[in-house]
C-alpha cells in the first residue's frame, strides 16, 4: 500500500513562486493499476516524480508500508528505488553506447537476476539483443525500457506517457507487454498519461487538474490494449 | 547568430592558456631584440657570455613554453569546436536540412577565436607593462648598459594579431570538416549516429564492468583530453620546475606559477567534460537505485588509467625536451649545468596530479550528487 498524506511541491524563488501540486492525497494498493490523466501542465508528471522518490515535496508524506520516503536520506532513497521501484520514461534513456542486453542487465544486476533474458524475450526483443539503441524503432526501444525496467522485479512500476513518442499500433503493443507483464508478476503500476483511452485499461483513473485531484474513480471492467480507442 | 558571444565565455581557458604564452614569449623575445639593438655596445668578456646566456635561454624558454602552450591551445580550440558541435548537433542539423551550406555554418565559428585574441592582447598587456622591472631582473649584475623599452610592432602583431586570425581560421576550417557529415548525423545525436557500427563479442560480463570499458571505448575524445591534460600537467609543472637550474630564481618561480596556473586549468577543464559528458548515464543509474560509488567507479573511474598514462608520457617529454634544448641551445655556453632527470621534482609532481586529479573528480561529484535527477534527464 502506498499512502500519499497532503503533498504540496512549488517549483521556482521567493518572489516567482509556482505551486504545482496543492495538497494531494491519495491511496494506492499493492497490484493496483492507477493510471494518473490530466492535461499538460495539471501537475502529473509532478506528482509520479514525487511518489515515486525522484523528487522531494515542499511537504506531505509518501509512505510505502511503514517506511515514509519523503524522510530518507539520499542514500536510503536510493536503496529504496533499486530494492522496489522500476521507470519507464516518454523518451525511453536507453544507455546508447550499450546493446539491448546490456540496457536490460543494467536493471537485471541490481537484484541480480540472473533471468534477464527471460523478461527480454517477453517483450519479442529475443533476436535483437545485441543491437544497439539507434539501430531499433521507438517502439522497439520502449521495449527495451519495460524490459529494463521490469528486470530488476520492482514492487512497484512508475511509467510517465509511455506512448507518448509511438504511433497507435506500437502504443498497443506497448502496452500490452505491460499489461501481460502486470497480470504474470503484479506489480503495482502508476501510470502518467494525458489520453483518456489509456485510463480505460487501468483498475484506478486519478485525474488531476491544476495540481489538485479533481476524481478518483475505478472502472468496472478493464479494457485490453486492443479494445481502447486511441 | 549560430555561435554566440557568450559561447566564447566558455572558452576562458584558452584564454588563459593563450595569455601565459603570450606573456613569457613578449617578455623573452622583447628583451632578446631590445638587447641585440646594444650587442655593439658590450666590450667586455663577460658581458658577451652573459648575452650569449640570456638569448639562449630567451630562446629556449620562449620557444618551450610558447611551443607547448601554443600546441595546448589548438588541441584544446578543436574540442572546443567538436564538443560544441556534438552538443548542438540537432540544431546545427537543422540549419543543414533547411539548405544552409556547412561552410556557411562554420563561418559562425570565427568567434572562438576571439578567446585566443583576448588572451593574447591581455598576456602582451601585461608583459609590455612587466618589461621595465623584468629588464631590471636580467640586467642586475649591470654587465649590459641601460636596456630601454622599445615597442615592436610586428612582435605585437605575431603574438596578437596572428594567433587570433589563425585559431579563428582553425575554428572555421575544423567546424567545416565536422560538417561535413550528412544532415542525419547531426540530426541524431552523434554517439546514437556512432554506435551501430561496433559489433563486439558480448562476454557475459556484469553491467558496471561492460558499462565502465564501454564508456571510455565510446568517449574517445574524452579518453585523449584526460591522457592530454595529464600529459601537459606533467610536462608543465616539472619542467617549469626545472628552469631553476636553467634561469634566475625569479623567472623559475614565475615559470612555475604559470606552469601549475594552466596545468591546473587543462586539468579541470578535461575532468569538467569527463563529468558532463556522462552526467546523463550517472543521472540515469541513480533512478535506477545505484550507488554514487558505483556510479563513480563505473563511468568516471574508467579515464584514471589514462590520466596516468599521460602523466608518463608527460614526464618522459618534458625530460627529452629540455635535455635536447640545453643540449643545442646552451652548447657553446660555459658553465652550464648539465640537465639530468630529476626523480624528486617527479615524485613531488605526480603527488600534486593525484591530488589535483581527486580533488576535482571528488567537487565535480558532489555537483552531480546536488542536481536534481529530473533536471538531469530533462537537459
Redesign the interface.
Known sequence: MISISDIVKSYGNFGNKNQVLKGISLQIADGDFVVILGASGSGKSTFL?VISG??RPDSGSVVYGTSDITKLT??KL??????N?G?I?Q?Y?L?????V??NV??????TGNREFKEMITAVGLEDKT?K????LSGGEQQRVSVARALA?KPKVLFLDEPTGALDEQTGRQVLDYICRLHKEYGFTIVMVTHNQNIAEMANTVVKMNSGKIAAVYANEKQKTAYEIGW | MIVGMKDTVKLVGISVIAGCAVFVCTLFLHYNMDLATMKGEITTRAGMAMYQAQVSTGKVTASVSGGCLAATSVVMLLFYVKNYIDSHGRELGILKALGYSGLKIARHFWVFGLSVFVGCALGYGAAFFYLPSFYELQNAGHLFPEIKVRFHPLLAFFLVGVPAVSFSALAVAYACLRLRCPVLGLLKEKHEYKAKIRRRETKDKPFLEDLAESTVRERKTLVFFVTFSAFCFSAMVQMSMSMKDLSSKTMAVMMMAIGLILAFITLFLSLSSVVKGNTKTIAMMRVFGYSYSDCGKAVLGGYRPFAYIGFVIGTVYQYALLKIAVGILFADVDNMPEYGFDFKICAVTFVLFILAYEVVMCGYSQRIKRLPLKSVMME
Open positions: 516524480n525522484l523528487e539520499d542514500e536510493t536503496k529504496f528505488r533499486k530494492d521501484i521507470f520514461f523518451q534513456y544507455l546508447p553506447n550499450m546493446t542486453e546490456k542487465r543494467m536493471g537485471a544486476d541490481l545485441g544497439y539503441p539507434s539501430e530488476k
